[in-house]
């Protein structure tokens, strides 16, 4: 699996864009890049995922580079309910017998920290 | 609304008690996992489980087993609990190819082995 590099902890203003960097050195032709958030004491929730181009959402925009060896999650109106670690993923897919299926690995995530 | 149901959101267990972790999806999901989260460590697959009867090795296997018994329903079995296996577990599903490729947590179950 490629490994993802994401800085511990962020800060950002509210009303501020927040831009989350990840590095994905590794990352395999078919791998794709998906973010996650977990806010406090609630399970992860799903953001956004890109392979190549890049992706926008109600929730966020996926910047990739054309190497596809980093990435940023932008979040371009911060609130503080943003506050919460956000994971950057890279997917893993492997096929077996005919069924396609995939594994997904965390690693440790950054802190974001929204401030009034 | 789809959902992951696990059953418990918080248990209190002492060492060498049999723990058993539900999980529920009601998204017919061909696809379930278990992860446990330690501070520091981010979120470490246990085992994951491609349909029914068949589950594969995660990062971090030993102490646990787990059961995939009805396509709806993975369980998380803790044969002899330890103190080291105090956490918070979390339940996971999706299918490959489907729509964003989201995967749906649950809410997670918190874990303190005495």
């Known amino acids: 699996d490629a490994k993802t590099t994401q800085p511990p902890s962020m800060d950002c203003a509210e009303g501020r864009a927040a831009n989350l960097p990840c590095n994905h050195s590794t990352i395999s032709g078919n791998e794709y890049v998906y973010w996650y958030r977990q806010i406090h004491s609630q399970g992860p929730q799903y953001i956004i995922h890109?392979?190549?181009n890049n992706e926008t959402n109600e929730m966020a925009s996926l910047i990739i580079t054309e190497d596809r060896k980093s990435s940023t999650l932008i979040l371009p109106h911060a609130t503080l309910r943003d506050t919460a670690v956000y994971y950057c993923?890279?997917?893993?897919?492997?096929?077996?017998?005919?069924?396609?299926?995939?594994?997904?690995?965390f690693g440790q995530g950054t802190i974001l920290t929204v401030h009034p | 609304d789809v959902k992951v149901t696990q059953s418990s959101r918080y248990l209190v267990k002492r060492t060498g008690e049999k723990v058993f972790l539900e999980c529920v999806q009601d998204m017919d999901h061909e696809n379930m996992f278990w992860y446990r989260q330690d501070p520091g460590l981010g979120l470490r697959l246990i085992y994951f489980s491609y349909d029914v009867k068949m589950k594969e090795k995660g990062d971090i296997p030993e102490g646990y087993s787990v059961s995939r018994e009805k396509k709806e329903r993975f369980s998380l079995i803790l044969e002899s609990a330890s103190t080291n296996q105090t956490s918070m577990y979390l339940c996971a599903s999706f299918t490959p190819g489907q729509g964003p490729g989201e995967l749906f947590f649950g809410e997670g179950s918190r874990l303190t082995v005495l």
């Open positions: 890109g392979l190549k």
């Open positions: 993923i890279v997917r893993v897919a492997f096929n077996a017998g005919g069924t396609s299926y995939g594994k997904l690995t």
